[in-house]
């Protein structure tokens, strides 16, 4: 029983570790956060302009194939 409650009580530590490395290094996350966020709009940003792209290629195949 002691090791499971040595375990428990490791367990107990580490997160509490990590709570307090994340309430005072929080401006790092919001960075890492901020870039996804970023990264996300970014990828929709090219993936609309890609499909745009294609469309104005099939635009331009029917208006060759009808001269």
């Known amino acids: 029983m002691d090791v499971v409650w040595s375990v428990i009580t490791f ?3 580490a997160i509490e570790t990590v709570f307090a490395y994340v309430e005072h290094h929080h401006w790092v996350f919001a960075f890492l956060a901020g870039g996804y966020v970023f990264y996300l709009h970014d990828r929709s940003v090219h993936a609309r ?3 745009l ?3 104005l290629d099939e635009i331009r195949k029917r208006l060759a194939m009808e001269y």
Do not use: E, S
């Open 11 to 13: 367990l107990g530590y």
């Open 49 to 51: 302009f890609d499909t």
């Open 53 to 55: 792209d294609k469309r």
